[in-house]
């Protein structure tokens, strides 16, 4: 009796180690099941990515990036602007476009992270930077594209859907273009603003600092509703958005809303009756002067209320 005790304890606590359940072998179905749930994650993000590449598409169809009147006019004092070399990712060195005000000032300027449009950081962008440095900003406009711009629709989809598919090089990207403000240009207060592509980009940005980014300005931009997510963010926040976005839909705009106002934020989401996607872009034929004017008017007194 006692060796058959011993024995069939013996045994048990071997299956106790290994993980067994009533003498049978160990299983493998929690590791499979993690496995099939990374899987189904990873499947489920790569297809938001495809989703929202074709619906910027579907919107832009047609489209061309020509000069629109968000860049018309001369900045409101004399700026200058360079290409400077802000970051380096997977050991290729990224410049973008820095514009400030050519007076000197007695303290550091504040900066602004300025996130591209869909079609890349082409003449249009650079003008939209030099326009926003006139209202008294570090600005700088960063590369998403490896240097790419796209003269088409189907160019600018390729490059997009490209750059989706390494969203960790974008935010090493971005980061550095923080680092860059914070530590070369000694930046009090940084925000960060984008169009399209870049308005989904500027809410990664402040996603990604949520306690550093001083002022977040979204324009019909990827949306993030979930409110564990958003939690975080602790910078005021102003987003502008068309009633005839299909790219960006009014009902995820408003669960967006929704999801900020639940959180007790700071922010402003103005929605343009008639306006569809890219209404107030640099560049790009779906230009609405009215909605553009005065979102650019409440941008520029959100920027100076938070960041001057």
């Not at 979204?218 to 997510?229: D, M, P, R």
Request: glycine share 8%; proline share 6%; with cysteine.
């Amino acid at each position: 009796m006692t060796m058959r005790y011993t024995l069939t304890a013996f045994v048990a606590s071997l299956c106790l180690v290994a993980g067994c359940q009533n003498g049978s072998a160990p299983s493998d179905e929690p590791e499979e099941k993690m496995k099939k749930g990374q899987t189904q994650n990873q499947e489920s993000a790569s297809q938001d990515e495809e989703d929202i590449t074709d619906r910027m598409a579907d919107e832009h169809e047609g489209d061309e990036p020509t000069p629109t009147g968000a860049v018309d006019g001369e900045p409101a004092q004399p700026v200058e602007g360079r290409e400077v070399e802000y970051a380096e990712v997977d050991g290729r060195t990224v410049t973008g476009y820095m514009a400030s005000p050519k007076e000197e000032a007695d303290e550091p300027r504040p900066g602004l992270i300025v996130i591209q449009e869909w079609w890349g950081l082409n003449d249009n962008i650079r003008a939209m930077t030099r326009r926003l440095a006139g209202q008294g900003y570090q600005a700088l406009a960063v590369d998403l594209y490896k240097g790419e711009v796209a003269e088409t629709p189907k160019k600018a989809r390729s490059l997009m859907k490209t750059a989706m598919q390494n969203k960790e090089r974008l935010r090493t990207n971005l980061s550095q273009a923080y680092q860059y403000l914070d530590q070369e240009t000694e930046a009090p207060k940084i925000g960060v603003i984008g169009w399209c592509f870049g308005g989904g980009w500027s809410l990664q940005t402040a996603l990604m600092m949520p306690d550093k980014i001083d002022a977040t300005v979204i324009y019909y931009g990827e949306l993030v509703t979930n409110k564990s997510k958003l939690e975080p963010l602790q910078m005021p926040i102003v987003g502008f958005f068309g009633s005839e976005d299909n790219a960006i839909p009014t009902d995820k705009v408003e669960e967006f809303e929704s999801a900020l106002t639940d959180l007790d934020k700071n922010a402003s989401i103005h929605i343009y009756e008639g306006a569809g996607h890219a209404f107030s872009n640099p560049s790009g034929e779906r230009y609405e002067p009215e909605a553009a004017q005065d979102a650019w008017q409440k941008t520029t007194d959100f920027l100076s209320k938070h960041l001057q």
